[in-house]
């Protein structure tokens, strides 16, 4: 608990007038009668004031700068592009401020080992916004696994291949874009935490764009205790976006179909030797249980899964894959 816990609102600042930052904090903390988004800063002053008319927010900060020594910001949300989490989360930490930082944590795991380092120093909350983490559906891939009914996992497959036309920040180096940065930051943490080992990279190849670019990228992973895993992205995917969690265990398997964003349609499959279950989770919005367990956590003391090492290590296995298939890691000449 830190000293945020009081009867007065729970303050968020929002860095930059982001497209995520709407759906991701700012209509979630509307249905939260503890928390209230306070004040947004842009570069463009201009942007800025329209995003806080839209999206009815009462003031706007001049800079970022400004934004995180607000006197009415208790915890800094930052969507700026990935490049800036670094910088501008530690700026926020040492300010005073909590922060929830949006995924991908960093550039790269030394960068996400800095940003906890500060965080710890200052005695601050640092919270990554995998949202998908926070909703029953994917709760319930981990409760199945954990209550033993597949048996002990023997491989797990994460693939988030969809098409992203260019141009676009994720198409460009200098923001630490590629399609592991922005899609398969989610395959790489979805199958870590349901092997619940840190993965080694057996093999990794890429689809090179411009700039050392990953248009696409696979990565064949394995872990300590036996188990193998399968990480895809794509930016350059045709059809359908496919969007899944395979896990295979030695009494079953489970298919989570749209783990990443259950509440715009999904199914959840469990076979073992008794039969098989199949149907829908139905549970509400991914940003919404995330800011709300944010929420608590910052408050209460509640538990908040995706901070802390488990950043740092989802940074790791990224960095690593590029090594395996031949590319620099972000953030990096």
């Not at 927010?57 to 607000?70: P, R, W």
């Not at 006197?71 to 910088?87: G, S």
């Not at 919270?127 to 996992?153: M, T, Y």
């Not at 929420?295 to 995706?306: K, Y």
């Amino acid at each position: 608990m830190t000293e945020n816990a009081s009867a007065q609102p729970l303050r968020f600042g929002v860095l930059g007038a982001a497209r995520i930052a709407p759906k991701a904090l700012v209509n979630p903390v509307h249905k939260i009668d503890s928390a209230i988004v306070t004040r947004v800063a842009a570069r463009d002053v201009g942007r800025a004031e329209a995003f806080a008319r839209e999206n009815g927010i009462g003031a706007v900060s001049s800079s970022y700068g400004d934004l995180i020594e607000a006197d009415d910001v208790d915890v800094v949300y930052n969507p700026l592009p990935m490049n800036l989490h670094h910088e501008w989360t530690i700026k926020a930490l040492r300010a005073g401020k909590d922060v929830l930082c949006e995924k991908p944590f960093a550039s790269n795991a030394d960068e996400a080992a800095e940003m906890v380092a500060v965080a710890k120093k200052e005695g601050r909350i640092l919270g990554e916004a995998f949202h998908h983490r926070h909703h029953p559906l994917f709760q319930r891939v981990v409760d199945v696994i954990a209550a033993g009914v597949i048996g002990n996992v023997t491989r797990a497959e994460g693939y988030f291949n969809i098409s992203i036309p260019q141009p676009d920040i994720r198409w460009d180096y200098a923001t630490s874009g590629g399609s592991l940065m922005d899609l398969g930051c989610y395959s790489t943490m979805w199958v870590r935490h349901v092997v619940g080992e840190e993965p080694a990279i057996a093999e990794a190849a890429a689809t090179v764009g411009p700039e050392q670019i990953d248009a696409d990228m696979w990565a064949e992973l394995t872990f300590p205790g036996g188990a193998t895993g399968r990480v895809e992205s794509s930016m350059v995917h045709e059809g359908p976006g496919d969007i899944r969690l395979e896990v295979t265990g030695s009494k079953g398997s489970i298919t989570a179909i749209n783990p990443l964003s259950p509440q715009s349609g999904n199914s959840l499959t469990i076979r073992t030797g008794a039969g098989e279950t199949i149907g829908e989770v139905v549970a509400g919005d991914t940003y919404e249980h995330m800011v709300r367990a944010f929420c608590d956590h910052v408050v209460h003391g509640a538990p908040f899964s995706t901070q802390g090492d488990d950043s740092i290590n989802n940074m790791a296995a990224i960095d690593s894959i590029y090594v395996a298939a031949g590319l620099a890691k972000r953030g990096t000449a």
